[in-house]
């Protein structure tokens, strides 16, 4: 503590010592020097940032399991109060010149769960803000109008805002109804536990009735597993009944619930025209590795965990095996098929990261055509016999798929596509379904118009 006695920080600690009696207080063990529990002044030296590691009695409903649920309504209910609750606003910079800085601290969240390091500057349930059999845990930051040096009464100004900000917590938390503390925890064991299920049911996801993937972006969530509900109109998903839709019972709040299930073992097709909500569709199961709080439109969307992407991106190689789609090297390369060194291409790195998530066995593997190499994905009349696309693959050599799912978006891939075992079609946001057996129909006649159109060509005759 030597170097910093003259400093803010090396005040925070007298500070903090004299918050410690209260409902709302220090949680004294949590406290981490420099890292949750600090007080400096900016790089703009107009404000005095703070972090205090607080502990608070859980209010009934709170604790046990699916705490995280409860812990992020206590979280939201702290933010939505700090524009009528004064003795908050430190939370969100008030006063000081530059509040925008700590906008993460009230930016809405409605992720209560993650795998993932993503939004990591926010605030939402973690490690450092839980519910446990004690209470709950926060680490509350904010920032003060800069009070000047660590003077007597600066300091004592200082300890009486933190004061009225651990009561003003304290008051909030309280107000909170146990009811939606419950239904909260309920929701939160409604994912884990059917997350926990669904290799037993032969299925890698479940999408709900009434799942809302659409997604919308801000400056500080602009990812789209942490990204909040779209607003505006939003059409809810619902299983076509073609695709045989599955009916689960939820273990937290004892409700049933029907949707699509992702089965274990098949290639799915997720097919329809351009901007009709292909990709995010994608992006919603990848998140439904997450745990997501009411509203969020994710809630009743659980996947397993370990999905992995494949896509297209140049980049250097070092041993990688392409030898599932590539029989010989293209120039350029050194080494073999299953070990390629050299500056790969986009079908290279993607035929790369195909086999790498097929030798790890993981559950479910997604393509999405707008990040492809789509000459890895189908075949083409001037491809060379070197390469073995997807779509070639599937149809000749579907095992080498082993226990591994595969979902892919796609437009304008028919080939690939007919080799799907289902196919889910979306057209106006809303979803359909076409039998494979149907859409090879379709194909084969498509393809044999060309076949006339091109025959007509070479005969001179009009197109």
């Given at each position: 503590m030597s170097g910093t006695e003259g400093s803010w920080q090396g005040q925070v600690h007298r500070i903090i010592a004299g918050l410690e009696d209260g409902r709302a207080r220090i949680d004294r063990g949590a406290v981490r020097n420099l890292v949750n529990t600090y007080a400096v002044r900016s790089l703009d030296g107009t404000a005095l940032r703070f972090s205090l590691p607080v502990f608070l009695p859980a209010p009934a409903g709170a604790s046990g399991r699916g705490a995280d649920g409860a812990a992020g309504i206590l979280i939201e209910a702290i933010k939505a109060a700090v524009p009528v609750e004064r003795d908050l606003g430190p939370i969100a910079g008030a006063g000081t010149e530059h509040p925008r800085h700590s906008l993460p601290n009230v930016e809405p969240v409605t992720l209560i769960a993650s795998g993932s390091a993503i939004g990591t500057d926010?605030?939402?349930?973690?490690?450092?803000?839980?519910?446990?059999?004690?209470?709950?845990?926060?680490?509350?930051?904010?920032?003060?109008?800069?009070?000047?040096?660590?003077?007597?009464?600066?300091?004592?100004?200082?300890?009486?805002c933190f004061a009225a900000l651990l009561d003003a917590l304290d008051r909030v938390v309280r107000r909170v109804p146990g009811r939606d503390l419950a239904a909260?925890?309920?929701?939160?064991?409604?994912?884990?536990?059917?997350?926990?299920?669904?290799?037993?049911?032969?299925?890698?996801?479940?999408?709900?009735?009434?799942?809302?993937?659409?997604?919308?972006?801000?400056?500080?969530?602009?990812h789209h597993r942490i990204a909040g509900p779209k607003e505006g109109v939003h059409i809810p998903f619902s299983c076509p009944?073609?695709?045989?839709?599955?009916?689960?019972?939820?273990?937290?709040?004892?409700?049933?619930?029907?949707?699509?299930?992702?089965?274990?073992r098949e290639v799915f097709a997720v097919a329809g025209s351009n901007a009709e909500g292909k990709s995010t569709f994608l992006h919603a199961l990848i998140a439904g590795e997450d745990d997501h709080a009411a509203g969020d439109g994710r809630e009743g969307l659980v996947s397993?965990?370990?999905?992995?992407?494949?896509?297209?991106?140049?980049?250097?190689?070092?041993?990688?095996?392409?030898?599932?789609?590539?029989?010989?090297?293209?120039?350029?390369?050194?080494?073999?098929?299953?070990?390629?060194?050299?500056?790969?291409?986009?079908?290279?790195?993607?035929?790369?990261?195909?086999?790498?998530?097929?030798?790890?066995?993981?559950p479910l593997l997604i393509l999405d055509e707008d990040r492809s190499a789509t000459n890895l994905l189908v075949p083409g009349c001037l491809q060379g016999d070197g390469v073995m696309p997807l779509a070639t693959l599937l149809a000749t050599r579907r095992e080498a798929l082993g226990e591994t799912a595969l979902l892919f978006a796609a437009s304008s891939l028919d080939i690939l596509i007919a080799q799907a075992d289902r196919i889910l079609v979306l057209s106006g946001h809303e979803a359909h379904a076409i039998d494979p057996r149907e859409f090879r129909r379709r194909l084969d006649r498509h393809l044999a118009e060309m076949r006339e159109h091109l025959a007509r060509r070479e005969g001179g005759g009009p197109p």
């Open positions: 926010l605030w939402w349930p973690n490690a450092g803000n839980r519910i446990d059999g004690d209470g709950l845990r926060l680490v509350v930051r904010g920032a003060l109008p800069y009070p000047g040096p660590p003077t007597p009464g600066a300091v004592k100004g200082v300890a009486e909260a925890r309920d929701l939160s064991v409604d994912q884990k536990e059917l997350r926990r299920a669904l290799p037993g049911m032969g299925l890698v996801a479940f999408v709900a009735d009434g799942t809302r993937p659409a997604r919308r972006f801000t400056d500080l969530r602009c009944r073609e695709l045989d839709p599955v009916e689960v019972e939820l273990a937290g709040s004892g409700r049933t619930v029907t949707g699509l299930g992702v089965r274990r397993v965990n370990g999905i992995a992407r494949a896509e297209a991106g140049e980049r250097y190689l070092a041993g990688a095996d392409v030898s599932l789609f590539f029989s010989r090297l293209p120039p350029g390369l050194s080494g073999n098929p299953e070990a390629a060194t050299g500056q790969g291409s986009g079908s290279l790195v993607m035929a790369h990261e195909i086999r790498t998530a097929l030798f790890a066995a993981v």
